[in-house]
């Protein structure tokens, strides 16, 4: 479980640590945050499967992603006194993110390309990596770190070794370093990273995935798309919780039921709920209704993740649903770490009614995303690897 997120430089987020716990809501104000953190974790997550860089080079490179304001906000600005103005900048150009838990913790470090000679100029490069055991990053803990081109790990006696030093400044450590024998640490830290999951924007417009009858196959794991919903539903009820699954549509959808047919391996995803002559199909539900049902099937998967982050699954769904859709979060959360980012007070007021919700609320000041009444005493101990 990860008990502290950081972000230093990333859009809003100048230097932001945020705790975290089992079942946590992200919450605040339109243009508070909320989204820049949640792309930050998508990055984190992108990095172990090599395409931090890239993602960051279709948000614009580092000019367009990198803290706007200036590297030190003074107490005379914060109190009003003073105008916001320009400093001289004195450390490199740095965006950094990072993570830990009890076990291990893991940080990158990406700065301005050096290459001249290149027409991706919008990549930026892998200055600093580091893994490292327990919560806060020590050199004294370190287990595999990577400057420049040159990555090393720490064997159990204690002495480092050169693995590799001519990484591309585009790759990480973590994917292109998969040794089991000499970085077992680092395997394991990849793929618990691979295995966080997101959902963001499930459609439900008339023409989405999850309203098309389909070849449906066992899925453990809906899809990001919805495409696979009926299958992923009748997979619950064969080897899920199914009794779950309904306590979830009837808490939602009193005296309702989720049937699914299946016609020559075509799945057909079909709701029956009392006064109806007949099961209403994919195709005529509601949005809000068949949002709820994509939620449904991805909190409820048979395959719980370590980590798994939805953003504003409140969309499209009407006040009365709310209760429901904090109670199947709260299931979910029995089985999966879940980070839930929403502005809707209701939706938080469900959830912290339902269960023991860590709730962190983001505010803009000046500019630079905070999280409320957090002083810097306050925040998780957390220290960024040298460059």
Excluded: C
Excluded at 328 to 344: D, F, K
């Amino acid at each position: 479980m990860l008990s502290t997120v950081a972000v230093e430089n990333y859009r809003s987020l100048r230097q932001l640590v945020v705790p975290l716990r089992q079942l946590n809501v992200i919450t605040g104000h339109n243009g508070s945050g909320k989204s820049n953190l949640y792309r930050a974790l998508r990055l984190l997550t992108d990095s172990a499967r090599n395409g931090a860089v890239a993602a960051l080079a279709r948000e614009g490179g580092l000019s367009s992603t990198m803290w706007a304001g200036p590297a030190v906000i003074g107490k005379g600005v914060r109190r009003g006194r003073h105008q916001v103005q320009g400093t001289v900048r004195t450390d490199p150009v740095s965006l950094r993110l990072g993570f830990a838990g009890a076990d291990f913790g893991y940080a990158m470090d990406l700065g301005l390309p050096s290459a001249t000679n290149t027409a991706f100029g919008l990549d930026p490069e892998v200055k600093v990596e580091a893994l490292w055991g327990g919560p806060v990053w020590r050199t004294a803990t370190a287990i595999a770190q990577r400057e420049g081109p040159t990555a090393r790990v720490r064997d159990h006696d204690g002495k480092w070794h050169v693995m590799t030093d001519v990484l591309r400044p585009f790759d990480s450590m973590l994917s292109e370093l998969a040794d089991p024998v000499r970085a077992p640490e680092l395997i394991h830290m990849r793929e618990g990273m691979r295995n966080w999951r997101f959902y963001d924007q499930l459609r439900t417009d008339s023409g989405a995935p999850a309203r098309q009858t389909r070849i449906g196959t066992r899925t453990t794991v809906l899809g990001h798309d919805g495409a696979d919903l009926a299958a992923a539903l009748q997979t619950i009820r064969e080897i899920g919780d199914d009794a779950a699954l309904d306590d979830a549509v009837n808490r939602a959808f009193e005296g309702s039921h989720v049937e699914i047919r299946s016609d020559n391996g075509r799945f057909e995803l079909l709701l029956r709920q009392p006064g109806m002559l007949r099961p209403l199909g994919a195709g005529e539900l509601s949005d809000g209704t068949l949002r709820y049902l994509l939620w449904t099937a991805a909190l409820l998967t048979p395959r719980p993740p370590q980590l798994l982050v939805l953003n504003e699954p409140e969309t499209s769904l009407h006040p009365e649903l709310l209760p429901a859709l904090a109670a199947l979060i709260a299931t979910g959360a029995q089985h999966s770490q879940v980070i839930a980012v929403t502005h809707s007070e209701p939706l938080v007021a469900a959830l912290q009614a339902t269960a023991d919700v860590h709730t962190v609320l983001l505010t803009k000041d000046l500019g630079e995303t905070r999280i409320a009444g957090q002083r810097q005493l306050d925040q998780p101990p957390w220290h960024w690897p040298p460059r």
